[in-house]
């Protein structure tokens, strides 16, 4: 650690131990921890004390965030009631720097009672909690990233580590896809950018006034500032519900631009719209219609019109998009 920069040193101590774990881990001991929770019946729990502790919630967090149903449990209080949260099928995770902590020893026997599997984390490989384990992951380090040896830096960090590869282990073996991770995270930029369809944005069909082809330039006006959304879609003349084409602020100006003013009286729909705009179906991913309107080279577009199956069944707007926090 130079004392240009105090962090970079302890972060590459840090991230050396990491490296030695890997290093030092068998693949036989791997798969056989990955298999305990890939066949997990029922839940994970995961425990720990002190810094231990901490990282047990994160690493629970972290499987429930994937599709892991996990809990933290705290080994003082499952001495006293919580230790009913353990039921048969589950897999107890046990992390421990010293492999010896007096809190988790102190549970072991009740825990076995039910039939549950054991997944040691430890830093000793060989100690008393490693006896009682199904299987031990080696967690070690040679010397903490601090200068006093006992503050838990290193430690910590290869332990959070070999939770993250756990999760990413099951989630290869069980093939959670992208859209499986979003559902779990429907408040988040990623869940709502793979989950949210246009149907969730989309202007429904009935709070639109779609005009006739052959409305006059007054109507086209009235209907444009009645609805507000920048847009009016005109019907097809062989069906009210099928789609003839659509009628932008901008189509607008365009077309008295290239008009002269005397012949605005006699302008009708068909006359200023855009005729087989491009549209979207319902069920199109929001993100897909967002990336649609952003990279249309043919002019910007703002709205959408929504069609299923020939049918008129909304209208999508980019504010709506941007509001949905997509862009």
């Known amino acids: 650690m130079t004392s240009r920069n105090p962090l970079a040193g302890v972060m590459l101590k840090e991230a050396a131990a990491i ?4 290093e030092r ?14 066949s997990c019946g029922g839940k994970v729990i995961i425990t720990g004390v002190g810094k231990s502790g901490l990282v047990a919630q994160k690493i629970a967090a972290s499987f429930t965030s994937v599709g892991l149903l996990s809990v933290y449990l705290n080994p003082l209080d499952a001495l006293h009631g919580d230790i009913g949260v353990v039921r048969d099928g589950d897999v107890v995770v046990i992390i421990s720097n010293s492999g010896n902590t007096s809190e988790l020893l102190a549970i072991v026997p009740y825990v076995k009672k039910r039939n549950v599997k054991l997944l040691g984390i430890l830093g000793q490989a060989k100690s008393s909690l490693a ?7 080696d967690a070690s380090v ?5 200068p006093i040896d006992q503050v838990p830096t290193s430690s910590t960090a290869v332990a959070m580590a070999i939770g993250d590869a756990l999760a990413v282990a099951w ?4 093939g959670v896809s992208a859209t499986d991770f979003a559902m779990n995270h429907p408040g988040g930029t990623i869940g709502r950018r793979l989950t949210l369809t246009v149907a969730d944005l989309m202007i429904s069909r009935e709070k639109l006034q779609m005009i006739s082809p052959d409305a006059r330039l007054p109507e086209v006006l009235d209907v444009l500032t009645a609805q507000a959304i920048g847009a009016v879609l005109v019907a097809n003349p ?3 519900t099928a789609l003839g084409g659509i009628i932008t602020d901008g189509d607008l100006r365009r077309a008295l631009k ?12 068909r006359d200023l719209m855009t005729a087989a705009p491009i549209t979207v179906t319902s069920s199109t991913a929001a993100v897909e219609a967002l990336t649609l309107m952003e990279r249309n080279a043919r002019k910007a577009i703002t709205v959408l019109p929504v069609v299923d199956a020939g049918v008129v069944v909304g209208m999508l707007r980019m504010h709506d998009l941007v509001q949905a926090g997509l862009s």
């Open 19 to 22: 490296s030695v774990a890997a």
């Open 25 to 38: 881990l068998d693949a036989k001991t791997a798969s056989k921890a990955v298999d305990l929770l890939v």
């Open 131 to 137: 006896e009682h384990c199904d299987a031990v992951l």
């Open 142 to 146: 040679e010397k903490e990233a601090a």
């Open 171 to 174: 989630m290869t073996a069980k």
């Open 238 to 240: 062989s069906s009210p």
């Open 258 to 269: 290239r008009s002269s003013a005397d012949t605005w009286g006699s302008l009708v729909a």
